[in-house]
């Protein structure tokens, strides 16, 4: 089945520098992703999600690229501020199973 | 208002006990979902499902079960409970199948001792 490895486990950046985040996932037949945060002491909130036939999409400071020939999606935050320290997941789905697979997270900390 | 409320948000049983875990959601939404998050494992999906009593097995779901008699409740119980279900639990709420978008509660973090 469907695998997610994301990447890095922990990054550490500056304030005003970019935060990149990566997952590879291994069915290309996946055809939902998605990038959720967490705050310290809090549930998931979604951040961005994007199709299959998306391979680029920009929301306020955040852009995912996907590159379905190397199974790669990943999270861009420019210019990041303390308020993004969070734990950032990816997740995909294959099908409408509603099931998700998801990345096992990536601890962000921006240092003012 | 879009909310999907968990209670209690802490909670310390005995080995042993049993534990309910209760969640609800505003939204309507078709399925829900039980997973529990631990260090290094990320997010394990103990159950699913996807309108009253029409629940699934996620990938963990031994030592527990569910119950869902109404479309905005769903709990989960775990009947005598074990140490190595110390956990953080989280609920999560979607419109229905195929739709991914999941809404979360803030967590139960559960301590058995």
């Known amino acids: 089945g469907e695998q997610v490895e994301q990447r890095p486990p922990h990054l550490s950046v500056r304030e005003g520098d970019s935060a990149i985040i990566i997952c590879t996932y291994t069915?290309?037949?996946?055809?939902?992703f998605s990038w959720y945060k967490q705050e310290a002491g809090a549930g998931l909130q979604l951040l961005m999600s994007?199709?299959?036939n998306v391979d680029r999409k920009e929301e306020q400071g955040l852009t995912v690229l996907l590159n379905k020939k190397d199974k790669r999606l990943s999270l861009n935050l420019t210019a990041a501020h303390p308020g993004d320290s969070a734990v950032y997941f990816c997740?995909?789905?294959?099908?409408?199973?509603?099931?998700?697979?998801w990345g096992l997270g990536t601890s962000l900390v921006v240092n003012p | 208002d879009m909310k999907v409320t968990q209670m209690p948000r802490y909670l310390i049983k005995r080995m042993g006990e049993n534990v309910l875990l209760e969640c609800g959601q505003d939204m309507s939404h078709e399925t829900m979902y039980w997973y529990r998050q631990d260090p290094g494992l990320g997010l394990q999906l103990i159950y699913i499902?996807?309108?009253?009593?029409?629940?699934s097995e996620g990938d963990i779901p031994k030592g527990y079960r569910v119950s869902r008699k109404k479309r905005e409740h769903f709990s989960l119980i775990l009947d005598s409970a074990k140490t190595n279900q110390t956990s953080v639990y989280f609920c999560?709420?979607?419109?229905?199948?195929?739709?991914?978008?999941?809404?979360f509660g803030a967590g139960t973090r559960l301590s058995v001792l």
């Open positions: 499902s996807y309108d009253v009593d029409s629940n």
């Open positions: 997740a995909a789905s294959v099908g409408d199973n509603s099931k998700l697979i």
């Open positions: 994007v199709l299959s």
């Open positions: 999560a709420s979607s419109l229905g199948p195929g739709q991914n978008t999941l809404y």
């Open positions: 069915d290309s037949a996946t055809a939902y």
